[in-house]
């Protein structure tokens, strides 16, 4: 409700709702104040062992715990949730075998305590919020709350809190690898698993557990028996919703460690089977195909091992057909396809022609880069977070170490506008359909910077996804960390890994380790905000504290070592979770693929500033140009005259007005340096306002007006000569990306049909817009027509065909 608006009772309702949000306000402050001195203590404190005189006793914890709030601070219903970063952050790379079992007397803080596993018990509910956080107990009775920020494969904010709550219900036993202590907000010790693999179910009937003398009983249930795990987990993942799938896992992952099926293979088999499906509703693929390959083992002599037992056809069957498509969710396809025509020929399952289908799309579309454009579409369409499945595609381009820019891609062939050059499917991806209702705001102290909800989503997936595939790690080591003691920070390459090498990186042997700080700063330097073709999934509204819309979140590989020009000979289209870069004009070998980190429409100034935050000073043909400029006027002008003409539209009659306009044209044309040729961008609203008001006043006038807007960003026109050979209006496109210079064709095309009665002409400009289209996102004409339908000339039947 609008402030000062409507009866006094909704008044009063906004002045609450205001006096509330005031309040949250100083209480983010408050809280964001004590997370940074507890940083700052944890970064200066001398690591001690803990004083156990500090530790509270179980019995007190659990009073304590008592009718305790779960959900943390809300507005309106809305979570409004901080999540703290900082600090050391790996994961152990250890086994549990490896590590000496301690108590919490013996642990130091703050600190990393390697070597170390503490296997306790747990205590109290879960409380959810940043992360999950809930008491642990151990042997000798002592507590402290354990917070694991990123416990699910799904960020934990759009899990239910049912799930989150079952995911660790009291009394289970858990081990911690290299336990991490530091001090709390409280000021008082507690234990933190940035890594969710630093966290592992115990079975409380397995020998590890049944040597320790616990003070007292377990509060809650007692450890189930093997088939109770099983049963509850065929339970949970037979209700086929992707949360209670990892209630599942926990369940096959408890029965496993039951000592009844650590004697016996065949069970072991079975948990494993069952397991490997429930990752797979997960996508979590790299999981569910070491689950696979371990259950091979145990029947199949050519899995390199001696078979312990002998399987059904149908268990076989299941087996094979699970890994296919782990592989084929890994896009290990040529794997896929062996395990296919090796393992599963002759096997009635009804999807196996569909797989044998998919699997050669994506491999033609890994080595042509084509793709069912419409298909692509229409999924993109259904989703508010779309994650499609395609092959990467890499053009003729190669990577190349270039003076003064680090790496870049130079094209190795001539090439044509409109090619696709390069399609890349994110490596990771934040959504803020993710966080439904989720307000976060991520505070990095180490790195002081602050990120937005689809970031924090980012950075707990990306966690989870290198805990999946850790093959994958290789290349995020590739990209920038924003390090400067990476020693991987100085890249000549970008790494091309075949099958063979990211299946041993898959099946590793000892878990990989995983540097929470370095994801976050590779993120932090390589991953941007993407307004996706499709709207719905890119750009949702209001779920940040101001209520803004924000983008998604993407990591890309490849894509990520082209370097920026304000001039860019490449379009950049978003597909769902796949970005696509097309040429944007006839490219010959050797040039480099450049796109723009930003608008090349933005003043001279102001992309300077940005590339100095991006950390380089761009040396493109136009900033050179507009170097020689009176840049600093054109500056104040577009900054006061333009903003003052924008808002006054409404109080001058058109007449004035576009007089207005005119004489800012003049006052920013003379801006550029004399016998200044081609591009002037900052132009190029001006025009658009101009032909705007032509419309209203005399529509023919509108046609030239329109066409300076798009000769200012670079539009060379065609020739009647070459016109009579293609038949468009337009050689070559402006570099401006996006939707505008599309509409600026468009409404040339209409003015042609409205106002000069010009059919022909209207045709040739409407069927030019469509070929723009093509040449930057290409899909065809229905995509094009759905995407501008509110643009087109749509009185007038336009020839497409031509
Ligand atoms: C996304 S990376 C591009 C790949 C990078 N060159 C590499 O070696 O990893 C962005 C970084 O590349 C460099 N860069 C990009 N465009 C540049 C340009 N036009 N001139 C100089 N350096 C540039 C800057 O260091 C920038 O921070």
């Not at 909704?10 to 940083?39: K, P, Q």
């Not at 590793?508 to 993120?523: C, E, F, H, N």
């Not at 065609?718 to 050689?731: F, K």
Request: with cysteine.
């Amino acid at each position: 409700m609008v402030w000062g608006v409507g009866s006094d009772d909704e008044r009063d309702e906004g002045l609450e709702a205001m006096m509330r949000r005031l309040e949250l306000e100083r209480e983010v402050e408050r809280v964001t104040n004590r997370a940074r001195e507890a940083y700052e203590r944890n970064a200066s404190a001398v690591s001690t062992l803990v004083n156990t005189a500090q530790i509270p006793s179980s019995q007190t914890v659990l009073a304590a715990a008592e009718g305790k709030v779960k959900i943390e601070t809300d507005l309106g219903g809305k979570r409004i949730l901080q999540v703290f970063r900082g600090g050391p952050s790996c994961s152990s790379a250890r086994t549990i075998k490896e590590l000496q079992r301690v108590n919490i007397r013996d642990l130091n803080c703050p600190a990393r305590n390697e070597g170390k596993i503490l296997v306790c018990r747990v205590l109290t509910e879960t409380m959810i919020g940043n992360g999950i956080t809930f008491h642990v107990e151990d042997p000798e009775e002592l507590a402290l709350p354990l917070t694991m920020p990123s416990p699910t494969p799904h960020p934990s904010y759009g899990v239910p809190a049912t799930v989150l709550q079952n995911l660790f219900p009291q009394g289970t036993i858990i081990a911690l690898k290299e336990p991490d202590v530091r001090f709390a907000l409280n000021g008082s010790y507690a234990l933190r698993a940035d890594v969710p693999t630093d966290v592992c179910f115990i079975n409380g009937r397995s020998s590890m557990v049944s040597a320790i003398q616990w003070c007292t009983e377990a509060t809650g249930q007692v450890e189930p028996s093997w088939e109770e795990h099983k049963l509850a987990g065929n339970i949970a993942m037979g209700r086929k919703e992707l949360m209670t799938q990892m209630i599942a896992v926990r369940h096959y992952t408890l029965g496993m460690g039951d000592p009844k099926v650590v004697s016996d293979p065949y069970k072991s088999f079975q948990l494993l089977c069952n397991r490997a499906q429930a990752y797979l509703n997960m996508r979590q693929f790299g999981s569910a195909y070491r689950d696979c390959h371990r259950a091979q083992s145990l029947f199949d002599a050519t899995a390199n091992t001696t078979p312990s037992i002998e399987i059904t056809p149908d268990q076989r069957k299941k087996l094979y057909w699970r890994m296919m498509k782990a592989a084929y969710g890994l896009r290990l396809y040529d794997h896929a396809q062996k395990i296919l025509t090796t393992k599963c020929s002759g096997l009635s399952i009804p999807d196996l022609p569909n797989y044998v289908l998919k699997i050669v799309t994506q491999k033609t579309g890994a080595s042509l880069g084509r793709y069912d454009w419409s298909l692509m579409w229409k999924d993109m369409h259904s989703t508010t977070a779309p994650h499609f499945e395609v092959s990467d595609y890499t053009g003729p381009i190669e990577v190349q170490l270039l003076p003064g820019r680090g790496r870049g891609l130079i094209i190795t062939q001539d090439v044509h506008a409109g090619q696709v050059l390069l399609a890349s499917k994110a490596l990771i991806t934040g959504f803020l359909s993710e966080a439904p209702n989720t307000a976060l705001s991520g505070l990095d102290f180490e790195r002081n910077i602050t990120t937005k909800t689809t970031q924090v989503l980012a950075l707990d997936k990306s966690i989870h996804a290198l805990i999946d595939d850790p093959s994958v790690i290789t290349i995020w080591n590739s990209l920038h960390s924003g390090r400067e003691d990476d020693p991987e920070s100085a890249k000549t390459d970008f790494p091309r890994i075949t099958e063979e090498k990211r299946l041993a990186d898959i099946l590793y042997d000892r878990p990989p380790q995983i540097d929470v700080a370095k994801i976050s700063g590779t993120l932090d330097t390589n991953a941007f905000g993407v307004s996706s073709l499709s709207r719905k999934a890119s750009e949702q509204p209001g779920n940040n504290f101001h209520g803004e819309a924000e983008h998604a979140t993407m990591l890309f590989g490849l894509p990520s070592l082209a370097n920026h020009s304000c001039l860019p000979n490449v379009t950049v289209s978003h597909w769902g979770d796949v970005v696509v870069y097309r040429a944007l004009h006839d490219l010959s070998s050797g040039s480099e693929l450049l796109v723009s980190y930003f608008s090349p429409e933005g003043s001279f100034m102001a992309r300077c500033g940005l590339a100095k935050e991006w950390g380089f000073t761009c040396t493109c043909a136009l900033c050179v140009a507009d170097e020689s400029d009176d840049y600093v006027y054109r500056e104040i002008l577009m900054e006061r005259d333009y903003s003052r003409l924008m808002e006054q539209s409404d109080s001058l009659g058109p007449r004035e007005f576009l007089r207005k306009w005119m004489e800012l044209e003049k006052e920013v044309a003379a801006t550029y340096a004399k016998g200044r040729k081609g591009m002037q961008p900052d132009l190029r609203p001006i025009w658009r306002a101009i032909a705007a008001l032509w419309w209203k006043i005399d529509g023919r006038r509108s046609i030239p007006a329109e066409r300076f807007s798009l000769e200012c960003i670079g539009t060379i026109f065609s020739t009647p000569q070459q016109r009579a050979t293609h038949g468009r209006t337009i050689e070559k496109l402006p570099i401006i990306s996006g939707d505008g210079k599309i509409e600026s064709i468009l409404y040339i095309a209409r003015a042609q049909f409205v106002f000069m009665g010009n059919p022909v002409e209207g045709n040739a400009w409407a069927r030019t817009a469509f070929w723009a289209h093509e040449t930057m996102f290409g899909g065809g004409l229905a995509i094009f027509l759905e995407r501008f339908e509110g643009k087109l000339p749509h009185r007038y039947e336009v020839d497409w065909a031509g």
